[in-house]
DNA sequence: GTGGGACCTAAAGTCCACTTGAGGTCAAGG
DNA sequence: CCTTGACCTCAAGTGGACTTTAGGTCCCAC
């Protein structure tokens, strides 16, 4: 080994499946050399890139989000500090926001038990932050600022 | 008017989309009657029932998963005040347990602000929920409660 | 020199919660 | 009578993030 990464390696290392990094090779996410043959080879940087997809996907981030936000750091070397800084507050914004849209409903919940009220124009539950939005098509579970936790269902 | 609705008025008073509540009376979610000539119409109920519909989609809840629950209530009546505690109090473990996972993740970015480290083994932000190192050379999953599908059901 | 993994590509499938489109029916109004 | 508008059905499309499938290549061990 000299410090490349086979796909199953990495598939091993990271817990993303072999056929997920092909994906986010073809979306741009990460980067991959070639052998000879045609085999991928990965720089030992892309276990933390693939770090970093995660976690941005826990915040909420959809994949093309992920990409401009890696665009934004070194190809391979660690972020610097400032960047990082930059990058996580917008992250923390995104996971308070989140946090207090599942805390409003909790707490219109809370006032509802017992009542069995669910008032269309003004139960917090049924209408969180009164966001009612029609948003075209697709799947769409959650109101806009609590979407996505991310499928992650791998075998455990 | 004879107590019932139209699609239309139903889809205007509870925000729920014309499309989307055709969707939901093929998905069992809701029922109607047909006219003569094979318009639906709604009991008032619906609505309610849309609310709860809506209520539990927020709380991360699959149409499947929902139309189980209601199957747990009364078709046509309100719900009973004991059914409804069940019920809500259920729903908000869940809300509960996602707000923690997401305060952890938050919390877990804070202290990475400035360190950059995203580290595979110890970073709380790639890893949340502290799942972490235990299990040998390489990362694990989420954590449990930022998962999308809960333990009593299968997922996709 | 042959069998078996690990790897490759491109295309199609999956899941969820819908929406959109095509083509048709029905009741009321001008 | 004809149009308008609300409704109908069934089929296909949408979006995100992948996985699965089909068919092939590469290389190592026996």
Redesign the interface.
């Known amino acids: 080994m000299d410090g490349l990464l086979t796909i199953g390696q990495v598939a091993?290392?990271?817990?993303v499946a072999v056929s997920a990094l092909r994906y986010y090779e073809a979306q741009g996410l990460v980067s991959a050399s070639r052998t000879a043959g045609g085999a991928r080879r990965f720089p030992r940087s892309v276990?933390?890139r693939?770090?970093?997809v995660?976690?941005a996907q826990?915040?909420g981030l959809t994949l093309p989000e992920i990409r401009e936000a890696l665009a934004a750091l070194p190809e391979d070397r660690?972020?610097?500090?400032r960047d990082?800084?930059r990058l996580?507050?917008a992250?923390?914004d995104r996971?308070?926001e989140?946090?207090r849209a599942?805390?409003q409903?909790?707490d219109g919940?809370?006032s509802?038990?017992?009542c069995?009220c669910?008032?269309?124009t003004r139960?917090a539950?049924?209408?969180?932050g009164d966001v009612?939005a029609?948003e075209g098509p697709g799947a769409r579970?959650?109101?806009p600022a609590?979407r996505r936790?991310?499928?992650?269902?791998?075998a455990?």
């Open positions: 091993e290392r990271s817990g276990l933390r693939l770090a970093f995660r976690a826990n915040v660690t972020p610097s500090g990082w800084a996580s507050a992250w923390r996971l308070d989140r946090i599942l805390e409903l909790r919940l809370s509802c038990i017992g069995g669910l008032s269309l139960c539950l049924y209408n969180p009612a029609a579970r959650l109101s609590l936790v991310p499928p992650t269902s791998n455990g």
